[in-house]
C-alpha cells in the first residue's frame, strides 16, 4: 500500500510540474511578445509538498527594466495562483540590480506603485499597453503578408470581418497558428465581434486599400526590432548563465515529465 | 584603409570608440563589476570565437593595443574617441575626456576627441563644458543619459536642465551630439528606452546633429520613425553591425530598415571598441551583401558607394574632415607628386 501511494503521488507530481510549466508558458516577455519559457529565463520551477510553487527566473543582463522584469514576475505569480491547488507561490528573480525590490513586492502581493514608492510615478498600463500595441502589430503584419500570399487582393483583406477571416481555409498550418496569435491580441485595439473589421490600425481605423503596402512597411519596423531584441536577448542570456542545464530546452508544456520527478 | 579587390581605397571613420579602464582596481562598487560584465558579454556573445579577448585584457587595455587594434590590424583610418564617465561606479571614472585625451594626445591625426556633459552637474557641469570645449576644441559630445548619479538613474534630453546645456554646446561650436539612449531607470514605471525626447530636442536644435548611438536600439522601429521626421538626426551602428557575424539574416533586415527610413547618408559605422574590434566588422561587412528577399522586401540595395558612406564619407561630413588632405597628413601619400613620376 505504501508503494502504491508513493506511485500515485509521483504522478500527480508530474501533472501538476505539467500544469505549472504549461501556466508558465502563457507569461510573455512584454517587449519581446515572447513566452519566458521559450527565452530561457526560468532557471528552476517546483512543487513541494505543501503545493508551494517555487520559480526562480534571470534575465539577460544584470540592467534589464526593473518594469519589465516586474511585470514578468507579478504575471507568472497571477498565472500561477490560477491553478485551483497552488496554495502558495514563491517567484525569485536572481542577479538583478532590482532583485530585492521586485522579490518583496511580488512575495508581498504589492502592486508595482507600492513596490517602488517614489521611483515610480504611477503604474505599468500605459507601458504595457504600449507594447501589447506593439505585439498586435508585428502579429498583424504576419498575419496580412501570409493572406496576401495566400491569394487575397489588398481590397479583400482591408474588408474582412472576424467572422471571414476566421472563416479562411489556410491550406497550411502556419495560417491558422497566425491567425490564432492574431487573435489574442485583437481586443488590445478595439472590440472584437464577429462581424467587426479584422484588420485594423493601432487606433483602430480602418486600413486603406491603397497605401496597405506603406502600412505594412511601418510595422515591418516593428517586427525587425522585436526579432532583433529577441536575438540579441538570447545571446547576452547564454553567456552570463549555463543554459546546457536539464532545465533549459525542455522549457515547453508537455517536455518536462522526465526532470519533474527529480525534484523529490 | 581598406582596399577592395578592384583595388579602390575606401577611408574609414570608426564613429564611436573607447579608451576605459573597467579593470577591478578601478570599480566603486558592485555596479562597477556588473557594467563591466555587461560589456564583456556582449563582446563574448557578439564577436567570432577567434576574437574573443581575455577578461583582463577587456577590463583594460593599453593605448598602443587600441592603436593596433585600430589602424594597424583594423582598418580604421580616423576614430572619434567617445567619453563614458560613470563617476558613480569608477573611483576614476570609466572613460573620461581626459583619458582618452591621453590617446587623442600621443596621435592627434588619427584621433577626434569628443567630450560630455551631464545636465544634472548645473553651473559646475556649465563650466567644465567651457574649459573642455576650450582646451579640447570640441566638435563633438556624447551623452549617455542612463549615467547614475546619487539617487538620479538617468535624465532626458527634453528636461529643462538638459536644455540649457545644448544651447551652451551650440554657442561653443559643438555641433554633433552623440546619445547614447537608455536605460533611463527613474520613473520606474516609464520605458527606460524611450526615444521620443530626441524627437523633441531635434526639432527644437536645427543647428545641432544628432546622432544616436545603436541606432536606438532596442528601440529601432521609434527611432526609425524619428529620424525620418528630423533632419538633423542620425543612427550609430554600434550593437547592430556586429550581428553580421552571428546573426546575418537580422543584421540584414537592420540595415535595409535604416536605409529604407533613414536613408544612406545617415548611417555612421561605429566599432564600440574595445567591445568589438574593426579588422573583423569591416571585412565582414564589406563582403555582405543583402539578401535577395530582405532586399525584394524593401527595395533597399547596400551598393559599394552606400557602403562608402557608412563607413567614413557620413562621418567626415559631419565632422569636417577633408578626406585627401587627411590621407597627406597621415603620410598615405605626399602633396605633390614628384614630376618624374
Partial sequence: MGLGYILVSRELLVDRSEEVWRQLHTVVD??????????????????????????????????????????????????????????????????????????????????????????????????????????????????????????????????????????????????????????????????????????????????????????LAALRRVRANAEFNGALCRGLLEVRFDMTTPLSGKTKPGCRTAAATAQQ | MYKTASGEEIFIIDGHTHFWDGSPANHKNIHGKQFIDCFYAYHTGLSPKEEVWPKEKFEKYDAQTMYDDLFVRGYDDMAILQPTYLGDFYKEGFNTTERNATMKNKHPDRFILNGAFDPRDGSKGLEYLHVLAERYQLKGVKLYTAEWRGDSKGYKLTDKDSYKFLETAQKLGIKNIHVHKGPTIIPLNRDAFDVADIDDVATSFQGLNFIVEHCGLPRLDDFCWIATQETNVYGGLAVALPFIHSRPGYFAHIISELLFWIGEDKILYGSDYGIWTPKWLIDKFMAFELPEEVTKETGQTLSLQTKKKILGLNAAKLYGIDIEAQKIKLGYQSAAKPAYA
Fill in chain 1, 30 to 215: 512584454p517587449e519581446l511578445d515572447e513566452p519566458v519559457t521559450d527565452m530561457g529565463f526560468i532557471s528552476r520551477a517546483e512543487v513541494d509538498a505543501d503545493d508551494c510553487v517555487h520559480v526562480d527566473f534571470r534575465l539577460p543582463t544584470y540592467w534589464c527594466a526593473a518594469n519589465f522584469a516586474y511585470m514578468m514576475a507579478d504575471d507568472m505569480r497571477t498565472a500561477l495562483r490560477a491553478l485551483p491547488w497552488v496554495r502558495k507561490t514563491n517567484i525569485v528573480l536572481g542577479d538583478h540590480m532590482y532583485a530585492d525590490a521586485i522579490n518583496n513586492g511580488v512575495a508581498q502581493g504589492l502592486s508595482f506603485q507600492e513596490t517602488f514608492k517614489d521611483e515610480a510615478t504611477g503604474n505599468l498600463d500605459e507601458l504595457r499597453r504600449t507594447f501589447l500595441v506593439k505585439a498586435f502589430q508585428r502579429r498583424q503584419e504576419a498575419l496580412i503578408k501570409h493572406v496576401l500570399s495566400a491569394g487575397f487582393t489588398a481590397n479583400r483583406v482591408v474588408g474582412l470581418s472576424i467572422a471571414e477571416l476566421r472563416a479562411i481555409n489556410f491550406v497550411d498550418a502556419q495560417g491558422g497558428k497566425l491567425r490564432e496569435r492574431y487573435m489574442e491580441r485583437r481586443g488590445v485595439i478595439s472590440a472584437s465581434a464577429t462581424d467587426d473589421l479584422a484588420f485594423v490600425s493601432a487606433e483602430g481605423h480602418s486600413l486603406p486599400e491603397l497605401e496597405l503596402s506603406s502600412y
